[in-house]
């Protein structure tokens, strides 16, 4: 979840506190939960009673209040009604404005036809509330309560009511009704959100009476929060020892937020974003950070927090969506009889956003940040942007389309002027935040480059200006705007899984700010709109930048250069802050902070009375999987899947590769060759010409790596390169044409030599994004290498997506490298594509084709057109001797030294992961251990790792198509007291009587939103052809989960968890400052990304081929003249091998020792 913190201007993400990507129920269910019976009239407040009460009355007329009956209109049943009509057959709208229903008014109906929904307009008649209904016949019903929220400071305050709001209301006071209802339900998202200016609490599901029971859940939570000092302090802040019960032991702070945010704001991009958006709005709410600075954070109180809430969090200022396919009228009902009649309107005209106060010259500002962990050249680390504060987002969403789709003409491709005069110019990659924003109330775009030696920091800024002006005068070429227009055109089209959410998200900056929520979604109007302008002034463009760049003075350059000692500092002053506090601490204050301590972990581990939340049952989950029907055909001796979905008129064709043969010293070069082969040019168009014409023609073509596990044999591994694109019907003769460009060998195939200075300036852009990846996505780098020596699919994965490929790529473009590692790309890559594409032994395996089934005969002519002229190989599909390679590549599967690492990256907090190898899908303990990774994730790991020890995240999950079990943590604090959380996890789940028949049957509705989640008809039948997983073993597998006893938990847990704990692997990434085990004790490998000379390489342990580094592998024999990359034809073999492309073997002990050499592993 991705923090406003390290919002950056060009998109700004939010403050996600919890995300939960789910599933979907199949039919609707009875309710099983208890509902109150309140039929008193409502008493009106004139805000929440915990408002009135703290506004107008003493302490003792408080508590007085507080005891008061909560009162009802009238007892309103959580079961949807009893009759429901859903999807294309419900029950049509017949509202128009004026009308009254349920307490609202309606005050506009409208038909977006382009989306087939009516958008219906509505205000609550006593509050104010406003309220949009998006009718749809759209199954996955989504709702959504936001309230604008407009910090004055960086406390975080917001984001601390946020996570606060949702540990207990009330309605139901219990500890965490949020996370309880994770597992009570077939939700297909649930999450809450801060934004800068905003917070939101959205969910969906397909289920009726789940839809009802979160609505209950979420409107309680939302205007009826506990917000007890407890919950603020595990969720916001609270001082502690290090041992809880230790007077004498070290102060430290806590806090699920404080933590969430450190993590957050530890990467140089987060704080470039930050202060970028700081500089931009000097005097507004956007000025501060809404998630929370760390340092702030510890200012907040919690009195400041209620406060906030009462505040901000009333139906006065309450913006509620709704959308699908249930009846509007009944969920008007609940929200007026469950919330809004609880109150009356208040003012809250103060908390209007004001326009930002207009700079009348620019401003430039050089700050310092944090270094990211892998950087190509320690002399350019600087980050430059030049960003201009530009028009009021609602006042005219026409003027946001024209520049959204500026933008895109400004920086989006290789033809874009700003790539050429930045990009290329330069050599390094965009900086954080470039694009264009709309999430505020006032747009802003920004552009820069990140990586660049400080003294071209002017250099940088003046060829953005100098750009602007050309622009100017010249404008863009119209086969540009086609192609931008034809990406707007197939996007609208595309059939999304979470339409109503996107929606949600998409209308805020217009709804908050009094503008139309609808018109983002008036999608067709604006392309029409923006045709007919262009057509009538041909220097619209011109104007435009004229206007918004060139004219306009508010604007503000930042450069950011990056010290080592930023992080240190951060943290060298909370320790001077907490030894202050702990020196100023007597006897009576200690005793004081172990009771809150105390106090707080027995209310973490108190039962609670979660019966009062409403829930669904295992028996509401639909037996049988939902099965998809493939048409299976050969066209030119290719196997060919058929899908007839409904597509909107795309059609998708996924095409899928054997790896299986490839020589392994090419292996490190898969993740370069799939996302290089459309980069480069092909045939007669260089780069930019075909980045134009796949953009034209398509919705782009795709290319990644791949691979099913057997589902029955682990250490069988079928690898796989996979190309996916998707067009227009009308452009499917061009879509083809251009995969067959990418996939020809030769002169009319791609230029992998052609362009060397654009393949430097590609393999820059990936360094960078690489080295900054490390920090921020360092659960994933932690996952992968905990799972890198368990199967072959772990394997492949660490080799092309871990660790190894971030230290290859540094290899190729960072100081010192060689260059001719670097020539040595383009022979590989070839070599790569020699090996599939060979018309006269492709690797092409199969093809799959989804859309509308009435083009299938085009689609198949075209296709046996393209594939007549290849042979397939006849070894194809090798997955035995791969997998023997990889096995003996990654040495042994149980324990033993290497098993455990530490891998030291700057950041504040740190990622933990702890993986064992289990068994393949159709194993019978593949059920029972899925479900084991339910039950530790929601009984145990959320309360230890989160609650207690203040990590932002935690959990435990098995992949049955991997067979892999691992448990992991998130920004966390703690390192290796998270690694024992692990063992005690393992060991609780083996107990008798820990575990419930609800626990069960909670872990078991998890388990189905997983394996239920949405899919895209274009998506439907991907399984299958990608991982051979047909309906029939899936309904086995889901039959299995459906019986699994707590007896069944118990015992995969004893056996892969608790008595095969030697074959774990652990791999922690985090703060080298938290490391508490010395290099080469315990089984532990410490490990730092910057060597004793302070060269900032990486210098993390190099994977192993056959027992070879990849520097000693031999290349095929190439016919080409340069002798200083390859030895001619004849030569010994033991010259006859590709030079060294990065230092592979190098690595340091963290603590103590020599840096050393070391072999790979045999």
Known sequence: MISTASATLGRVPLTSTRALWSSISRRGVTN?????????????????????????????????????????????????????????????????EGDKIHGFTVTKVEQIDEYHITAVSLVHDVTGARYLHADSEDQNNCFNVTFRTTPTDSTGVAHVLEHTALCGSEKYPIRDPFFNMLKRSLNTFMNAMTAPDFTMYPFSTRNAQDYYNLLSVYLDASFFPKLTASDFKQEGHRLEFEDPEDKSSKLTYKGVVFNEMKGAMSSMDSQFGRELS????????????????????????????????????????????????????????????????????????????????????????????????????????TAVSVAWLLNNVPSDPFEVFRLRVASDLLVSGPSAPLYQALVEEFGAPYAAG?????????????????????????????????????????????DRVDAVVHQIELSSRRVSTNFGLGMAFSIMPYWLHGGDPVSPVRVGAQVERLRAEMAADPKMWQSLIQKHFVSN?????????????????????????????????????????????????????????????????????????????????????????????????????????????????????????SSLLSELGAGDRDYRQLAQAIKGSTGGIGVGLSGATSVNDLDRFEPTLLISANCLDRNLENMLALIADLTTLGPKGVRWDKEPKHLRTLLNRRNAALGASVASQGLSYARVHA?????????????????????????????????????AVPIALEAIATHLFSPDSSKLMRCRVAGEGER????????????????????????????????????????????????????????????????????????PLFILGQVLSTCFLHREIREKGGAYGGGAAASPLSGTFTMNSYRDPRTLETVDTFMAAAEWATKDGVMSQQDLEEAKLRAFKSMDSPVAPSGRGSTLFLNGLDDDIR?????????????????????????????????????????????????????????????????????????????????????????????????????????????LGRRRPLRGGKRRNVQPRK
């Open 856 to 927: 299938f005969p085009e689609v198949e002519a075209l296709l046996g057109a393209w594939l007549a002229p290849q042979t397939p190989s006849l070894d194809q599909g090798n997955v035995g001797k791969f997998s023997k390679a990889v096995a003996e590549a990654t040495g042994p599967k149980a324990g033993g030294a290497g098993n455990n690492t530490f891998f030291a990256v700057p950041s504040q907090t740190n990622y933990v992961a702890r993986s064992v190898r289990t068994v393949p899908y159709t194993h019978v303990d593949a059920a």
């Open 278 to 381: 700081s500089q931009l709005y000097p005097t507004s709410t956007y000025h501060h950070n809404s998630g929370g600075d760390p340092k702030n954070i510890l200012e907040l109180t919690h009195s400041q927090l209620v406060e906030f809430h009462a505040t901000h969090y009333h139906p006065s200022n309450a913006f509620i969506f709704s959308y699908g396919d249930l009846p509007l009228g009944d969920t008007l009902e609940r929200v007026s009889t469950w919330a809004l009649d609880r109150f009356e309107a208040i003012d809250v005209r103060h908390l209007d956003v004001k326009d930002e106060q207009r700079l009348t010259e620019p401003r430039k500002v050089s700050v310092t940040g944090s270094p990211d962990a892998v950087v190509a050249d320690p002399s350019k680390q």
């Open 787 to 823: 799972g890198s020596t368990l199967t072959p699919e772990g394997a492949l994965d660490n080799l092309t997506g871990g660790l190894p490929h971030v230290n290859l790529v540094q290899g190729l473009v960072g100081a010192g490298a060689d260059p001719a590692a670097l020539a």
């Open 553 to 673: 003075p508010h604007r503000v350059t930042v450069a950011m250069t990056p010290s080592k000692e930023y992080n240190k500092g951060l943290e060298a002053a909370e320790a001077a802050t907490l030894e202050k506090l702990e020196g100023a601490l007597d006897d009576e204050r200690r005793k004081q902070i172990v009771e809150e301590a105390l106090a707080l972990k027995l209310a973490q581990e108190a039962p609670q009375a979660v019966e009062s939340l409403p829930t669904l049952s295992v028996s509401d989950v639909p037996p049988e999987v939902e099965r998809t029907v493939s048409r299976f055909t050969e066209v030119a001796g290719t196997k060919v899947q058929w899908n007839d979905q409904r597509t909107n008129g795309i059609t998708h064709v996924n095409l899928l590769y054997d790896l299986s043969e490839l020589p392994w010293h090419l292996v490190p070069y898969l993740p370069l060759f």
């Open 32 to 96: 099983h939960s208890s509902t109150r019976t309140l039929s008193q009239r409502p008493t009106r407040f004139a805000c929440s009673r915990t408002e009135l009460a703290r506004l107008s009355h003493s302490k003792a007329q408080m508590g007085a209040m507080s005891r008061a009956p909560v009162a009802c209109r009238a007892t309103i049943s959580l079961a949807p009604p009893p009759s429901l009509i859903r999807g294309k057959e419900r029950e049509a709208l017949s509202l128009k």
């Open 434 to 478: 470039t694009g264009y924003g709309a999430q505020r109330r006032e747009a802003s775009f920004a552009v820069g480059l990140k990586g660049i030696a400080s003294e071209d920091s002017d250099k940088v800024e003046a060829a953005i200006l100098a750009t602007m002006e050309r622009l100017a005068q010249e404008g863009f070429e119209d």
């Open 1035 to 1143: 309904q086995t597998f889901r039959t299995q989960v459906l019986a699994v006893e707590i007896a069944d938990v118990a015992r995969v847990a004893q056996h892969y968890l608790v008595a095969n704990a030697a074959a774990c692997h652990t791999a922690i990434v985090g703060n080298e400052e938290k490391v508490k085990v010395k290099h080469g004790a315990g089984g532990w490998e410490v490990l730092a990304l910057v060597d004793d000379d302070g060269d900032n390489r990486p210098v993390w342990p190099t994977w192993a081929v056959g027992g070879q580094n990849i520097q000693e592998c031999e290349m095929p024999k190439q016919t080409t003249e340069d002798a200083r990359l390859l030895r001619p034809s004849g030569a010994d073999d033991d010259e006859n091998k590709m030079v060294c492309l990065a230092n």
